[in-house]
């Protein structure tokens, strides 16, 4: 027999979206337990890109400045180049929030920091090493969380169980909530190169000959992410790894002499793209959340912040509840009518961008690239790029902190 622990809230999976609802939960005085499969919250080459939406955030909760002093890098314009020529894409010093810059943080810093302000309460409940396996029902309802860990068996039973374990669900699929496939014809290699002080600053991608690479700066190292056909890792393994090593090297030279730290394709991870959503968040008892209700393409990094918006509606629209160990349907319906909006937006324009646009440069076969008209536009006239800062940076219907404070 394993232990069998009661709580309000259950929430499975410690990512953005699990760390924030339980930090906002526990705030408010509603008992909270989070399962975490991973010992840690060191995973390479997740997102990191904290968006001034979630910095907002930061400041409503009054966290901003100690935030801040986590070591991070500050983002005031994206730039793209194409062939030869470099273009300004977007300008984020003229938004409307606290902070006019995009933060770059290794996601592992961020997930710690929510998760100290989630220790502070006496109701927020962090089980690392605690993997679901199984929803446990009453009826039609979801009553609890069936999970295992290092001391054994675990059952957590809870009024709410939140699904915020990303776009490969345990949960949802236990639920059997349906899923929409969207599509995603492309796949994404990670790796990281070092850095050099006197290497060019900040690049939202280069774009060339066919391919297309997005760098990263980390300070001391890039964090790079080469785009490729839906499926095509094993063809590139194929050519090998001096060849993959070459097709790097010719959309940023200065890193050549540096690629022989890609010493084998270990060194490389694939990032298999999904773009799907459910047709419903939630069931009695369940409610799915960021990747596990509606997973995000890494076309413009917006993924991480949908999740904490997620969260945040979350906690606005259920603390209260909560805090009587009430999940009432409605409430339920009311975050998914709520955020389904934003999200299939972003979707629906991350699927344009890669169907129409990267896509098209993949096929293109290794020529030099002329740049698109609307690159110029933007690079031409300042005014232009402060949309698609507002679009990456802020967004559709961002949240504000409206969850009370116990």
């Known amino acids: 027999m394993g232990a069998t622990v009661e709580t309000s809230c259950c929430v499975v999976g410690g990512g953005p979206a699990g760390i924030m609802l339980a930090f906002l939960l526990a705030r408010a005085g509603v008992d909270v337990v989070v399962l975490e499969k991973h010992a840690d919250f060191f995973r390479d080459f997740r997102g990191d890109t904290i968006h001034p939406s979630t910095l907002q955030l ?70 690392m090493e605690a993997e679901a396996h199984d929803l446990i029902f009453d009826g039609n309802r979801v009553a609890g969380v069936a999970a295992t860990t290092p001391e054994g068996p675990l059952e957590v039973r809870a009024a709410l169980v939140v699904g915020a374990d990303g776009r490969s669900s345990v949960v949802r699929e236990k639920a059997g909530l349906e899923v929409v496939d969207l599509g995603a014809p492309i796949d994404v290699l990670w790796l990281r190169v070092s850095r050099h002080a006197d290497d060019p600053g900040q690049t939202l991608g280069r774009v060339d000959f066919g391919e297309i690479l997005v760098m990263i700066n980390r300070d001391d190292y890039w964090q790079c992410a080469y785009v490729i056909h839906k499926g095509a890792f094993d063809d590139v393994r194929r050519a090998g790894l001096q060849a993959f090593r070459e097709d790097i090297a010719s959309l940023a030279p200065f890193l050549r002499q540096r690629l022989g730290e890609l010493r084998d394709w270990d060194d490389v991870k694939l990032l298999t793209v999904r773009v799907d959503r459910l047709r419903s968040w939630f069931r009695p008892g369940l409610l799915c959340i960021g990747d596990a209700a509606h997973a995000m393409s890494p076309v413009g990094g917006v993924g991480i912040n949908l999740a904490v918006q997620d969260a945040v509606a979350t906690a606005n629209a259920l603390a209260k509840p909560l805090q009587r160990s009430l999940a009432p349907l409605n409430a339920l319906r009311a975050v998914q009518q709520r955020r389904t909006f934003p999200a299939a937006l972003k979707q629906r324009i991350q699927v344009f961008i890669q169907d129409r646009v990267l896509s098209r440069v993949l096929a293109g076969g290794k020529h030099t690239m002329s740049p698109p008209l609307i690159l110029r536009l933007l690079d031409h006239w300042a005014p ?12 559709i219907r961002p949240e504000h902190i409206r969850s009370p404070v116990a």
Request: with cysteine; net charge neutral.
């Open 58 to 127: 930061m400041y409503e909760l009054g966290l901003l400045e100690e935030f801040l002093k986590v070591p991070h890098q500050e983002v005031r314009e994206l730039a793209a180049q194409v062939g030869a020529e470099g273009f300004k894409v977007a300008d984020f010093t003229h938004l409307p929030t606290a902070c006019k810059f995009l933060a770059l943080m290794p996601q592992w810093d961020f997930l710690n920091f929510l998760a100290e302000q989630g220790r502070r309460y006496p109701s927020f409940h962090l089980r």
């Open 384 to 395: 232009l790029r402060r949309i698609p800062a507002l679009l990456v940076g802020v967004g």
